[in-house]
């Protein structure tokens, strides 16, 4: 599934929301005081009713509704970007420009088309008292200016303080002069499946919309980014709405409004927001620093499924198995190992990959943790130190190849010069070459091929067919074994297994 990038364009599946065109974490909906208050004293959000009644959303509503903002962006567009469906240069071209765009056509001396202006909508909220406003990364991105319109209608120039592009948020500052209505993050964990929920934003720049609807799902991955953990909703959310809060009947923020799926571009009751717990931590960096420093430990990591479990030893198909480990990374000098299957960091529990990779995101860098570790059926304990993730570093991205099935049915070759080159392996490599895969057979259906090198044996190294084969003779003839294999110049592992 991909994620449109421009507030300005449909899309026929995930849509983000991000502006109507014209020309962290959880966020608790509570509310300072409308009105400007002396300079001593002291404000804090005001606390929302325990209930909403049954009757409606009306009194929820009037409190949340002055800390929504509209948000107007304007970037320049290329001339290549203004979409005329003539041949460059001709007078159709030009007077399609003129009359549609407002900007001028190349000339008949040649001349070059000048670039234009173009606004977009989005929506956002106050996170704080002093003008703090959080919304999507996408409603701005690109923006040679931001303007932010309060719910009474003043419009005040935007500053944008940091952006995320990796979990799209972003945090504003405007100064009204005066102390201004906001919302607190709240906890987005508490939001469960058939909650009642309320989204609020600018669609289609129709500001001020209220809709409702209930959580319809949680930790949702949409193929944005290695942070997917979206929540879904049903609530009606369309174009315009990115960056708007999704609040439950407590008044708390459990989301902010990002994308939809939508064959058309418009709400078909499937849309997805930020939980809230992650924009938390994100807002915390962003108006400290500016920017996000995230730890990276060093690991390719994959999915555990049942076959691989078995294979492992593991009690349940839970947790990271590593496949890679980047030379000299802090996973390395920690001593993970190919083979291992990460089951939590610090306190918290490792799911699966994407897991770890929230987890490890969120991680101080230069700070130990315990990294728990499932190591040839035995728990260890290792304590690793976070480096900083550089922009172009990965990670810990998903090596996302789950396999199942037996093992044998193939036919092993050692590695000569002719195969290491062919492969483009790299001297250092060593193993057994997989020379060829009996058809329907277990090692087959598991998705072994051809060229593929297997390097290790579970948690073992091995360095010839010899030893491959004397390692999978060790397991039990009913039992999945792991084979580490190295394919197209990445490491992962498949679970062969059954009967022999």
């Given at each position: 599934m991909s994620i449109l990038?421009?507030?300005?364009?449909?899309?026929?599946?995930?849509?983000?929301?991000?502006?109507?065109?014209?020309?962290?974490?959880?966020?608790?909906?509570?509310?300072?005081?409308?009105?400007?208050?002396?300079?001593?004293?002291t404000t804090a959000p005001i606390a929302a009713p325990a209930t909403t009644s049954l009757q409606g959303f009306g009194p929820l509503v009037a409190r949340v509704r002055p800390a929504v903002v509209t948000i107007t962006s304007t970037e320049r567009v290329q001339p290549e970007q203004a979409g005329s469906p003539f041949p460059p240069g001709s007078q159709q071209d030009?007077?399609?420009?003129?009359?549609?765009?407002?900007?001028?056509?190349?000339?008949?001396?040649?001349?070059?088309?000048?670039?234009?202006?173009?606004?977009?909508?989005?929506?956002?909220?106050?996170?704080?008292?002093?003008?703090?406003?959080?919304?999507n990364n996408h409603v701005i991105a690109g923006a040679t200016k931001v303007v932010v319109t309060l719910d009474?209608?003043?419009?005040?120039?935007?500053?944008?303080?940091?952006?995320?592009?990796r979990t799209d948020i972003a945090v504003l500052k405007i100064d009204a002069g005066q102390k201004l209505p906001f919302?607190?993050?709240?906890?987005?964990?508490?939001?469960?499946?058939?909650?009642?929920?309320?989204?609020?934003?600018?669609?289609?720049?129709?500001g001020g919309t209220v809709t409702a609807g209930i959580v319809s799902a949680r930790g949702r991955n949409i193929g944005s980014g290695p942070y997917d953990d979206f929540l879904q909703t049903d609530a009606p959310i369309n174009?315009?709405?990115?960056?708007?809060?999704?609040?439950?009947?407590?008044?708390?923020?459990?989301?902010?409004?990002?994308?939809?799926?939508?064959?058309?571009?418009?709400?078909?009751?499937?849309?997805?927001?930020?939980?809230?717990?992650?924009?938390?931590?994100?807002?915390?960096?962003l108006e400290s620093k500016g920017h996000i420093d995230r730890g990276f430990i060093g690991v390719s990591a994959q999915n555990v499924d049942p076959a691989m479990a078995s294979a492992l030893k593991l009690a349940s198909p839970d947790g990271a198995l590593v496949a890679e480990v980047q030379p000299d990374s802090p996973?390395?000098?920690?001593?993970?190992?190919?083979?291992?299957?990460?089951?939590a960091v610090g306190n918290q529990k490792v799911s699966d990959p994407r897991a770890l990779a929230r987890i490890v995101g969120g991680l101080r860098p230069d700070q130990s943790e315990d990294l728990v570790v499932q190591r040839d059926g035995n728990t260890q304990t290792l304590k690793i130190t976070p480096a900083k993730l550089q922009d172009t570093a990965s990670a810990n991205d998903q090596a996302d190849q789950p396999s199942s099935g037996g093992r044998l049915g193939l036919a092993l070759a050692p590695i000569n010069p002719d195969t290491r080159e062919s492969l483009g392996l790299a001297s250092s490599v060593k193993g057994a070459v997989i020379a060829a895969v009996r058809p329907d057979s277990p090692a087959g259906n598991a998705g072994l091929r051809s060229g593929d090198v297997i390097v290790g044996v579970g948690?073992?190294?091995?360095?010839?067919?010899?030893?491959?084969?004397k390692a999978i003779?060790?397991?039990?003839?009913?039992?999945?074994?792991?084979?580490?294999?190295?394919?197209d110049g990445h490491s992962l592992f498949v679970a062969v297994g059954g009967e022999g």
């Open positions: 990038k421009s507030p300005r364009r449909l899309a026929l599946a995930a849509v983000l929301l991000g502006g109507t065109a014209l020309g962290g974490l959880g966020l608790s909906a509570h509310m300072a005081a409308a009105q400007p208050t002396p300079a001593a004293a030009q007077m399609f420009r003129r009359f549609f765009h407002g900007q001028q056509g190349q000339g008949q001396n040649g001349g070059q088309e000048e670039s234009r202006t173009a606004k977009a909508l989005g929506s956002g909220f106050l996170v704080s008292e002093d003008g703090f406003v959080v919304t009474s209608g003043r419009e005040l120039p935007a500053t944008i303080i940091g952006r995320d592009e919302l607190a993050l709240g906890d987005s964990d508490k939001a469960q499946p058939g909650d009642w929920v309320v989204a609020m934003g600018n669609p289609y720049g129709l174009r315009g709405n990115s960056g708007g809060p999704l609040f439950n009947t407590q008044g708390d923020v459990v989301g902010v409004n990002t994308a939809i799926f939508s064959p058309s571009g418009g709400s078909i009751g499937i849309g997805f927001a930020i939980p809230s717990n992650l924009v938390k931590q994100v807002v915390a960096q996973a390395a000098v920690a001593g993970v190992r190919p083979g291992d299957v990460i089951t948690g073992r190294a091995v360095t010839s067919p010899e030893e491959a084969v003779g060790q397991s039990k003839a009913n039992q999945a074994v792991a084979l580490r294999v190295l394919r």
